[in-house]
């Protein structure tokens, strides 16, 4: 209002249009750093892989799926997805105890352990078949060798397993049940990973620093805030379902009696 009645009055305001100016230059240059850092991780910008497409084709594929020092490639995806299907395999299992719901899904739920068992092999071969990339295992003798003993192959493989022992060997059930929980033990596989990954980047920050980077992304999140993201998700559709379930008379009543 002033500048608009010294304008009309024909006075010049020395320092007013600068400050404006000068306002406005901070505003420019203050706003530029919000972009930069918070828009890329709102938005789920990650920056495409640089990899060289002449590498040997071991090499090459290892890059894009399993290398976790490579920003851009998809080895967050694969975990992030078989951590899923580990989870899903768990309440499956779970819903197999329940007659009324098991009995006429039965051909789902075979169906559905075949899917799992047959990408938790391909996930298996495909991680022995790229054991020589790995960085601790490089120029190693024996390095698929020593890939299938350590205690993370131990837990992939043992998670295939009884799909393949009930083929050639009479099996309890319950005894193979029992066998195809241990696929809870293929979460270490995502977890201790994403754990490490997560304790280098928050070395020196307070408890509080290290809560908020696991419950909203930043750079500091790694890969556990994704993996809390999909537990909390897998809850909220199994509340749903539950709920939905429990709406179901012959269905809350079987739930009661087995729960």
């Known amino acids: 209002m002033m500048q608009r009645v010294n304008r009309r009055r024909g006075l010049h305001t020395p320092g007013w249009s600068g400050q404006g100016e000068t306002g406005a230059a901070m505003q420019k240059e203050s706003s530029h750093p919000l972009l930069d850092a918070e828009v890329e991780i709102i938005l789920g910008h990650v920056e495409e892989a640089d990899i060289p497409r002449d590498l040997p084709l071991r090499r090459w594929l290892y890059a ?31 819903f197999e105890h329940v007659p ?15 899917f799992s068992v047959l990408v938790f092999t391909v996930e298996y071969l495909f991680r022995l078949y790229l054991a020589p990339e790995e960085e601790e295992l490089k120029n190693a003798p024996f390095a698929r060798l020593r890939h299938a003993l350590s205690p993370l192959a131990v837990f992939d493989l043992l998670a295939i397993i009884p799909f393949y022992l009930q083929a050639f060997v009479a099996v309890d059930l319950r005894i193979l049940r029992f066998l195809r929980l241990l696929r809870i033990l293929k979460l270490f596989r995502v977890l201790v990973p994403a754990w490490h990954g997560f304790s280098q980047l928050n070395q020196g920050r307070t408890l509080r620093q290290k809560v908020h980077a696991l419950m909203f992304e930043s750079p500091y999140s790694g890969d556990m805030h994704h993996l809390i993201d999909s537990f909390i998700a897998m809850w909220v559709v199994i509340s749903v379902a539950a709920v939905i379930l429990e709406s179901v008379a012959s269905v809350h009543y079987a739930l009661n009696m087995e729960f």
């Open 100 to 114: 009324i719901i098991y009995e006429p899904n039965k051909a789902w739920f075979t169906v559905f352990d075949a």
């Open 64 to 94: 894009w799926m399993l290398d976790p020092h490579v920003a851009g490639n998809h080895q967050r995806e694969v975990d992030r997805w078989i951590g899923v299907l580990i989870v899903a395999n768990l309440f499956a299992l779970l």
